[in-house]
């Protein structure tokens, strides 16, 4: 009876003093979160949850934290540890985890509890959209994006600011996935259609064009194709050169029997897009060796990056307006924002540790995007030239046929843009 006494109460004080520690946790980290420093704030209480699951109260504190920080925090967090917070933004970290190793099954089981009232909800069915999509099931595809484009349109309606980009981005995205996956389909009408549901003002427009240019292409309606295709000269999209673009125009031209205007984007290609890559791969190659020189590139003076390469600074440019950029580099405004502030609840080490991390993960992807690029124009000078033999080869038929080189067909001109 005296032993059962002891060991009560023995547990009884292991059970205060958990409890005693737990509170100073808790006090800590909402001291951390007053003082507005969210980054400490969630690393103090979270480093407790990592092994257990956190009751209904602190899961709603750690979504409201997140909201301040973004998800880059638990990107070093293994999915036993995520799957311990049980709360929907780990479950869309695994989500996605899960679709880059192409665990279809997986993505829907992570996501299948995700409350249809979150801020995430909407990117949530994107993820399940693009699942559908990779696993082949395009009807199921299909109709997650359009709900997908619903939710986030809802969303957007009633926020501002950045919140409201986010949502308009989401939105735009599964319209464009939806256009993608019909053109995957050969139905390039409903792709069209959809294309043009993305607005001017938006950061997609750019990039679509392309895609949409392809549609026509494939559709024989060649002037439609090369029209869309001009628009690249404008001046406002001077920074959006899209070495593909030059590949399909001179297909295009090829289709319509216009050989000469073929020939002439063939050699224009490699007159400006050769020495340009060239001289960007050697800059590249030789100053690209210091550390995080990707990453101080993007805050270059457009002037100085003028200087080395024409190409550069309209990589730059682009750069600058993608969206996984632009959510790294917020992520990195934030951390930097508690550690100028030097407050004395900010955990400076972890911080820090933090703020490297993202300049190196900003530094890899923008100096992965740039030798893409460079690797894209070789790519499609072998494209080129295998169109030039085929263009020559067509010509030399004509001439043993005794016939005329010279097509009476309209060529694609601003008027079919």
């Known amino acids: 009876m005296k032993l059962a006494l002891i060991i009560i109460l023995i547990f009884s004080s292991n059970l205060l003093a ?18 507005l420093n969210f980054y400490s704030a969630l690393n103090t209480i979270a480093q407790m949850y990592k092994f257990q699951t956190p009751d ?15 998800t880059h925090y638990f990107n070093t967090y293994s999915d036993l540890e995520l799957r311990k917070m049980n709360i929907p933004t780990t479950d869309l970290i695994m989500a996605k985890r899960n679709l880059y190793l192409n665990k279809f099954k997986y993505v829907h089981k992570r996501l299948k509890r995700m409350p249809k009232g979150h801020r995430l909800y909407p990117e949530s069915l994107m993820v399940r959209a693009t699942a559908y999509y990779l696993d082949g099931n395009f009807k199921d595809a299909v109709k997650q994006f359009n709900r997908c484009a619903d939710k986030a349109s809802e969303w957007e309606d009633k926020n501002e600011g950045n919140k409201k980009n986010y949502f308009a981005v989401i939105k735009e995205s599964c319209i464009i996935d939806i256009a993608r996956t019909y ?44 029209g869309i295709l001009i628009t690249y000269d404008s001046p406002l999209l001077e920074s959006y050169f899209m070495p593909e673009a030059e590949v399909l125009k001179a297909m295009n031209y090829y289709q319509m029997c216009l050989y000469e205007d073929a020939l002439y984007v063939i050699e224009n290609y490699y007159k400006t897009y050769k020495p340009k890559s060239n001289k960007l791969k050697a800059v590249l190659s030789t100053k690209g060796k210091k ?55 900010a955990n400076m080490k972890m911080l820090l540790s933090m703020q490297a991390d993202l300049k190196e993960q900003i530094n890899h992807y923008v100096k992965v995007s740039m030798f893409k690029f460079i690797n894209q124009i070789h790519q499609h000078s072998e494209s080129m030239f295998n169109l030039k033999l085929e263009v020559l080869s067509k010509q030399r038929d004509l001439v043993y046929k005794s016939k005329d080189l010279t097509a009476s067909r309209s060529r694609g001109d601003k008027k079919n843009i």
């Open 18 to 35: 958990k409890k005693s520690a737990r509170d100073k946790v808790y006090e800590k980290s909402y001291e951390q979160y007053r003082t």
């Open 183 to 226: 053109f995957k389909l050969g139905d390039f009408e409903k792709a069209i259609r959809h294309y043009e549901d993305i607005p001017k003002t938006s950061i997609k427009w750019p990039y679509i064009l392309l895609e949409k240019a392809w549609s026509y292409y494939y559709l024989g309606k060649h002037n439609r194709s090369l």
């Open 56 to 70: 209904p109260n602190t899961r709603n504190y750690l979504e409201n934290l997140v909201q301040h920080t973004g």
């Open 291 to 345: 550390k995080f020189y990707y990453y101080n590139l993007m805050f270059k003076p457009i002037k100085k990056s003028e200087k080395e390469s024409a190409f550069l600074r309209n990589l730059i440019t682009q750069m600058s307006k993608r969206v996984k950029y632009n959510l790294d580099l917020n992520a990195l405004y934030e951390i930097n924002k508690e550690i100028f502030r030097d407050h004395k609840n």
